[in-house]
């Protein structure tokens, strides 16, 4: 596994170098545009777009619409000309508790790793955030982009974990979800939600999906029969009361029982109490 950026992470006057490395991947079939009489391949053809004109690629330079119809080139040496200490240091700006960090702020996970010669300090941040609890919150450039990211461990590594910024954040429209809730409804679903709690194991779930997509693709090619399309039946209109129950009393039953702890067994003997002593005459 190739390493796709070297830098260091600064916490005060600390300086730890260390290699990045990608922690996910995606699974997700990819398709492509095919002719539909021979199925072969279509091609992706750069034009203009005033004129559709093709143009060769070593013709296409990157740019950024500053303005409407306004376009500014943006060339290699330009990066250059940025802080290069920015673009090689994970900058640590506060430690934080992962529990104050939204999930919707995550974005994508990297591995870090010590640089050889960085063994002790990289485990003795690893340890200091061990034990203390804390995150790291940074700002880091990958591949020409600054991204907000959070440092944190994972199975005695460092892994870091980039973050939108507040303002790409969107937020939810402003509009009343107006609606009353009876007590036993909600009592009702929150005993549903118990009966299907369980620790997390992310080994449990997997991609059903892609896996039966992935079977019918292989089906047809080798020319056998395929299964009639599934009919969408028509919406019922369920009782909400009625469904909350059912389904309780589903996962009641494929619940195992839990077995009670045993009370403690009272001694037979009765206690005992001294007699005060007599005082001497």
């Known amino acids: 596994m190739r390493s796709i950026w070297t830098g260091s992470i600064s916490f005060g006057l600390v300086s730890v170098p260390v290699r990045m490395f990608t922690a996910t991947e995606s699974k997700e079939l990819r398709f492509h545009f095919l002719h539909k009489d021979d199925l072969a391949p279509i091609g992706y053809d750069k034009i203009r777009k005033d004129t559709g004109e093709h143009v060769d690629p070593d013709e296409i330079v990157r740019g950024f619409e ?23 240091s994970i900058d640590i700006c506060d430690f934080v508790s992962l529990e ?3 999930p919707i702020y995550f974005r994508k996970a990297y591995y870090l790793l010590p640089q050889e010669g960085a063994e002790k300090p990289y485990l003795l941040l690893v340890r200091a955030l061990d034990e203390s609890g804390k995150v790291g919150i940074a700002k880091v450039v990958i591949r020409k982009k600054q991204h907000l990211a959070c440092l944190r461990t994972w199975e005695g590594k460092l892994l870091l974990e980039t973050m939108y910024f507040a303002d790409e954040v969107r937020r939810p429209e402003r509009v009343d979800v107006k609606g009353e809730l009876r007590k036993a409804e909600v009592e009702m679903a929150r005993a549903l939600v118990e009966n299907l709690s369980e620790p997390f194991a992310p080994e449990k779930y997997d991609d059903t999906y892609r896996k039966e997509l992935l079977e019918l693709l ?6 056998q029969e395929l299964p009639e399309p599934e009919q969408d039946a028509d919406g019922e209109v369920v009782d909400l009361m009625a469904a909350l129950r059912e389904s309780v009393e589903r996962t009641k039953r494929q619940r195992p029982a839990t077995k009670k702890p045993a009370a403690k067994k009272q001694s037979a003997r009765k206690p005992t109490t001294k007699k005060p002593a007599r005082k001497a005459s």
């Open 66 to 88: 500053i303005e409407k119809g306004r376009f500014v080139e943006l060339t290699d040496e330009d990066y250059d000309r940025l802080d290069i200490e920015l673009t090689r």
């Open 100 to 102: 104050e960090i939204d």
């Open 218 to 223: 292989r089906a047809k090619a080798a020319g």
